[in-house]
Nanobody, 115 residues
Framework: QVQLVESGGGLVQAGGSLKLSCAAS????????MAWYRQGPGKQRELVAS???????TIADSVKGRFTISRDNAKNTVYLQMNSLKPEDTAVYYC?????????WGEGTLVTVSS
């Protein structure tokens, strides 16, 4: 049984930084791709960043150069470092794992960026 628990969201001023964490329970973390998605007010959920088990990363154009994804397999944790935050980054951020074709989601953590 996979469980994903996000933390680190909050209220920050534009230009500030936050670091999100996602702790995964269950086995096989290091073998699976991990990702961060977000859903802003009135918007569809979108991929922000992903990291394959081998370390290859994908970053959305809208956050490239500002956000970084990383993982610590020893801690079963994936991170999203967010710098130079903008009001349009305001969203609920979700952690995602794909294992054997099954998508697992955390409950999300709210990030609010004030102007």
């Amino acid at each position: 049984q996979v469980q994903l628990v996000e933390s680190g969201g909050g209220l920050v001023q534009a230009g500030g930084s936050l670091k999100l964490s996602c702790a995964a329970s269950g086995s096989g973390f290091s073998s699976n791709a991990m990702a961060w998605y977000r859903q802003g007010p009135g918007k569809q959920r979108e991929l922000v960043a992903s990291m394959a088990s081998g370390g290859r990363t994908t970053i959305a154009d809208s956050v490239k150069g500002r956000f970084t994804i990383s993982r610590d397999n020893a801690k079963n944790t994936v991170y999203l470092q967010m710098n130079s935050l903008k009001p349009e980054d305001t969203a609920v951020y979700y952690c995602n794992m794909v294992s054997f074709g099954i998508y697992y989601w955390g409950e999300g953590t709210l990030v609010t960026v004030s102007s």
